[in-house]
């Protein structure tokens, strides 16, 4: 495998705030006041209630949103358009998730052809042996464990030019042991890049560490895929 994904550089690597973000008021909002804080090496936890307001959430964290109160941050700047262009929505229902149907393996190479890049066999095999993934190439995603599902999905959300925030939805939606899509986030947020977990699970005070599972995996060099959105996952919407 190629030399891995680097890491932003520190002068760089972007701290994500969302400072009591909120739309609408009282019992009925559509998003109550939202805080939290993302930066290399320590992930942010945003907290929400209800089935529609994780995506809510996930689209004002990025920049995707605006909200009717509350400031959202980059590096201490309020920058909406920097957050939008700096950022990628993972697993993000109805937004930013794939077709539950698809194959590991379809998805890496129907991405690999959207971003013009060489989409070979070989290529794809190359992609999942760097992830850790050649046991379930041909598994539907929808019945890959979780902490695989978080750790592909962000990997190639972060091959994007430009990419060092990644706004995570809900991945307890799916199951599998917490700890172990947590350690996932962990590990990509030591590489500095700012994760923002946009979550419905109580986790308030649940620690975020690193294990040897969370380890095994390499990050995808941009020599060897592309940019994310294709046929086999719906777009990210930049507006």
């Known amino acids: 495998m190629s030399n891995p994904a680097t890491k932003p550089d520190s002068a760089t690597s972007p701290v994500l705030r969302l400072a009591g973000l909120a739309i609408g008021s009282g019992p009925g ?19 929400v209630e209800t089935e529609e307001t994780p995506v809510i959430a996930s689209l004002v964290a990025a920049g995707r949103m605006v909200a009717e109160r509350g400031r959202l941050l980059i590096d201490g700047i309020e920058d909406r358009a920097a957050v939008r262009t700096r950022s990628a929505l993972v697993d993000t ?14 998805i890496i190479s129907e991405e690999l052809i959207f971003a013009d890049q060489h989409a ?10 760097a992830l850790g993934a ?3 190439e ?35 939606r799916h199951g599998g042991p917490i700890d172990a899509w947590f350690n ?12 923002m977990l946009i979550t419905s699970y109580p986790i308030s005070g649940h620690p975020l560490r690193s294990s040897p599972a969370a380890d095994q995996s390499t990050p995808i ?19």
């Not at 902490?147 to 972060?158: G, K, N, P, Q, T």
């Open 138 to 172: 041909h598994t539907q995603i929808q019945h890959v464990p979780t902490h695989l599902r978080i750790r592909l999905l962000s990997e190639l959300a972060l091959l994007r030019d430009g990419v060092d925030i990644l706004v995570v939805t809900t991945p307890e």
């Open 134 to 136: 050649q046991p379930f």
């Open 120 to 129: 070979s066999p070989d290529a794809v095999s190359t992609v999942l042996e």
């Open 221 to 239: 060099s941009k020599e060897v895929s592309g940019s994310l959105t294709s046929t086999g996952h719906l777009h990210d919407p930049q507006e």
């Open 93 to 106: 229902p109805g937004v930013a998730e794939p077709f539950p149907v698809l194959t590991l393996r379809q």
């Open 29 to 47: 909002a559509v998003l109550p006041a939202l805080s939290a804080t993302a930066q290399p090496g320590a992930p942010g936890v945003a907290f």
């Open 184 to 195: 996932e986030i962990w590990t990509i947020a030591q590489r500095g890049i700012a994760v």
